[in-house]
């Protein structure tokens, strides 16, 4: 059975989109069967450039990601959710809807590289940093035995992916 995880940011352009990215890609290259998603909660309808460029170099395949909301996951024919993790403050102090099947929640923030100064050279640099960090924790998820975790030992262990 996949293991779905979505990966929350407030405008879906960023963080979330380098967290998708990273998940489906190592999850791929590994045969694991785990399915990642990215939304938000106040899209803002375009991926910012620099998160596209970060994923492209790092040989990842960004056809068909979008900004979108998270409304898309809370309905019937939705995937159902095993994992759901915020990646910016403010999606983390927002309340969130229902998700179907009570999936495991964890927040892993990130700053938010867009912000980063220097110009288009620091920007690319923060998002390719911000990118690697993202992809070291999904491979620590990756290496988790998510079929047969409890809610309660994987929780724990999402939160120690976090803080370790």
Request: charged letters at 20%; proline letters at 6%.
């Amino acid at each position: 059975m996949t293991t779905n995880v979505l990966i929350l940011c407030t405008h879906n352009s960023a963080r979330s989109v380098l967290s998708e990215g990273m998940l489906n890609h190592w999850a791929h290259q590994w045969g694991l069967d785990v399915r990642a998603y990215s939304a938000g909660s106040a899209p803002s309808g375009r991926l910012n450039p620099y998160a596209l460029e970060a994923l492209t170099n790092a040989g990842i395949d960004i056809t068909g990601y979008r900004s979108k909301s998270w409304d898309e996951f809370t309905t019937p024919n939705s995937p159902e959710m095993r994992i759901v993790i915020t990646v910016c403050d403010s999606a983390a102090a927002e309340t969130c809807p229902y998700w179907p099947g009570s999936p495991v929640k964890v927040h892993w923030g990130y700053a938010d590289p867009s912000n980063a100064p220097g110009g288009d050279d620091g920007k690319r640099q923060a998002f390719e940093l911000t990118r690697q960090a993202i992809g070291y924790r999904m491979l620590q998820l990756l290496k988790l035995p998510l079929e047969t975790m409890s809610n309660e030992d994987l929780q724990r262990a999402l939160i120690s992916i976090c803080e370790g």
